[in-house]
T-cell receptor
Framework: SQQGEEDPQALSIQEGENATMNCSYK?????LQWYRQNSGRGLVHLIL?????REKHSGRLRVTLDTSKKSSSLLITASRAADTASYFC????????????FGTGTRLTIIP | AAGVIQSPRHLIKEKRETATLKCYPI?????VYWYQQGPGQDPQFLIS???????DKGSIPDRFSAQQFSDYHSELNMSSLELGDSALYFC???????????FGPGTRLLVL
């Protein structure tokens, strides 16, 4: 069953603007990860945030995690046309090797 | 850097036929995961293997089976194919104790 819901389901912004996507989940987690998927292609790992972390940065990406609200957000700053893709959050529940449960994804379109 | 390899990349089958999907993990990764992504859906976990033993099982139909071999590659065998099996099938790998899963490009299966 689906662990996460992502919000919004689709987002269109102008190139150069910031994009924010949200993810909510239902059960306790060990880690939350964000993945990018270009249309019909593979999933690319973007960033991982652990349950004891509140914020993490990687380049133009900023991820926050609020375990009390069971939610996370992904911020992409200074968006580029190449950022056009679907973005999924995925959670795992136990340390080590554990299946990922994906959210429904946000389809991001960057308008040049 | 070496990535996860999946073959074939595309596969067309008739109903009731069988299909075998192959996955070659990143070198020194001993855990393999299989996911299914239907059109417009989020990836759903099917099954995983660690050190050639099944480690977790998700929503995998009884018509499907999988195994991991001594060289750590894995195969997903699908029998009595149904139209609803048409999807992208992803394999991911990770080293033991590491949470990040690295995804292959996927096999796109179309059942006619």
């Amino acid at each position: 069953s689906q662990q996460g819901e992502e919000d919004p389901q689709a987002l269109s912004i102008q190139e150069g603007e910031n994009a924010t996507m949200n993810c909510s989940y239902k059960t306790s987690i060990n880690n939350l990860q964000w993945y990018r998927q270009n249309s019909g292609r593979g999933l690319v790992h973007l960033i991982l945030i652990r349950s004891n972390e509140r914020e993490k940065h990687s380049g133009r990406l900023r991820v926050t995690l609020d375990t009390s609200k069971k939610s996370s957000s992904l911020l992409i700053t200074a968006s580029r046309a190449a950022d056009t893709a679907s973005y999924f959050c995925a959670t795992d529940r136990d340390f080590g090797n554990e299946k990922l449960t994906f959210g429904t994804g946000t389809r991001l379109t960057i308008i040049p | 850097a070496a990535g996860v390899i999946q073959s074939p990349r595309h596969l067309i089958k008739e109903k009731r036929e069988t299909a075998t999907l192959k996955c070659y993990p990143i070198p020194r990764h001993d855990t393999v995961y299989w996911y299914q992504q239907g059109p417009g859906q989020d990836p759903q976990f099917l099954i995983s293997f660690y050190e050639k033993m099944q480690s977790d099982k998700g929503s995998i139909p009884d018509r499907f089976s999988a195994q991991q071999f001594s060289d750590y590659h894995s195969e997903l065998n699908m029998s009595s194919l149904e139209l609803g099996d048409s999807a992208l099938y992803f394999c991911a790998s990770s080293p033991q104790g590491r949470e990040t899963q690295y995804f292959g490009p996927g096999t796109r299966l179309l059942v006619l």
